[in-house]
Nanobody, 127 residues
Framework: VQLQASGGGLVQAGGSLRLSCAASGRTFSSYAMGWFRQAPGKEREFVAAISWSGMTTSYADSVKGRFTISRDNAKNTVYLQMNTLKPEDTAVYYC?????????????????????WGQGTLVTVSS
């Protein structure tokens, strides 16, 4: 099972980035998927999640209204559109899969509720 994240990079404050995470090795269309991030010296924190059908989404307060999570089950891929980026959004972003959720995702999703982690992709927002 692999989760391959991409789309990170360097962007100026106010800019946008779109992260993608493609899953392989099994089908995740019946599992919740999400994104976490970890800034230097800080703990990994919840960013956003989406239920298996896409009907339910949840967001951390710090990104609500700026970030949008979506998924394409046919492509086994989850996306994170990040707009109006701020320097405090700088972090390594990790995609994640939770296999034990119904068609609902809570706020926040806890790290211990995650069954699969992808490798991170670095997002750097300059001021």
């Amino acid at each position: 099972v692999q989760l391959q994240a991409s789309g990170g990079g360097l962007v100026q404050a106010g800019g946008s980035l779109r992260l993608s995470c493609a899953a392989s090795g099994r089908t995740f269309s019946s599992y919740a998927m999400g994104w976490f991030r970890q800034a230097p010296g800080k703990e990994r924190e919840f960013v956003a999640a989406i239920s298996w059908s896409g009907m339910t989404t949840s967001y951390a307060d710090s990104v609500k209204g700026r970030f949008t999570i979506s998924r394409d089950n046919a492509k086994n891929t989850v996306y994170l559109q990040m707009n109006t980026l701020k320097p405090e959004d700088t972090a390594v972003y990790y995609c994640a899969v939770g296999a034990h959720f119904s068609d609902y995702v809570p706020v926040p999703v806890q790290t211990y509720e995650i069954d699969y982690w992808g490798q991170g992709t670095l997002v750097t927002v300059s001021s």
